[in-house]
T-cell receptor, first 108, second 114 residues
């Protein structure tokens, strides 16, 4: 079965609303990483979080490795936040196992 | 700003043909990676390298070869392209191994095998 599951698959919000993206994983992970994929396809690393809560700008990542879940909170969403958000869990070695993403659409 | 450049940006290949995807980084990073992404899915690691003249197999290496002739350059080679290799391919680099290190991605190469 799929080792990393992201939900929801897609999310449509009005500009200014907050977004909450979920990532659940089926095996032990040392950390979760979050990536943003622009509509054109390019990828950018957002946050890397082994456990607890990390903030950067309007983004908050929470990872609870014991419960095999994580989340990404985007506050005060902007139209330019639209795109796909991918989470990847890291195992003990190099391996990153990726989810299939949450497509976020922010409407004006 | 770290830079990873992929070429070509898109490619149409015939089944059974040879395809070479190139990646160049100016980050002075030791680690380089090749991933593929299928529509609606996450990324899967094909090959990676941590030093010039050496490559390692990732999760889905079958049907692919890799070459790292220098620290800056990392190529992915499909000797006999197949329909199932139609996908978007991403190259990435990082300073060191492990989750603390930021991955820097190229813009991707969209490969269509007909």
């Amino acid at each position: 079965g799929q080792q990393v599951q992201q939900s929801p698959a897609s999310l449509v919000l009005q500009e200014g609303e907050n977004a909450e993206l979920q990532c659940n994983f089926s095996s032990t992970a040392t950390r979760l990483q979050w990536f943003y994929q622009r509509p054109g396809g390019s990828l950018v690393s957002l946050l890397s979080n082994p456990s607890g809560t990390k903030h950067t700008g309007r983004l908050t990542s929470t990872t609870v490795t014991k419960e095999r879940r994580g989340s990404l909170h985007i506050s005060s969403s902007q139209i330019t936040d639209s795109g796909t958000y991918l989470c990847a869990m890291e195992r003990g070695n190099y391996q990153l196992i990726w989810g299939s993403g949450t497509k976020l659409i922010i409407k004006p | 700003e770290a830079a990873v450049t992929q070429s070509p940006r898109s490619k149409v290949a015939v089944t059974g043909g040879k395809v070479t995807l190139s990646c160049h980084q100016t980050n002075n990073h030791d680690y380089m990676y090749w991933y593929r992404q299928d529509t609606g899915h996450g990324l899967r690691l094909i090959h990676y390298s941590y030093v010039a003249d050496s490559t390692e197999k990732g999760d889905i290496p079958d049907g692919y070869k890799a070459s790292r002739p220098s620290q800056e350059n990392f190529s992915l080679i499909l000797e006999l392209a197949s329909l199932s290799q139609t996908a978007v391919y991403f190259c990435a680099s990082s300073d060191r191994w492990g989750g603390q290190n930021t991955l820097y991605f190229g813009a991707g190469t969209r490969l269509s095998v007909l």
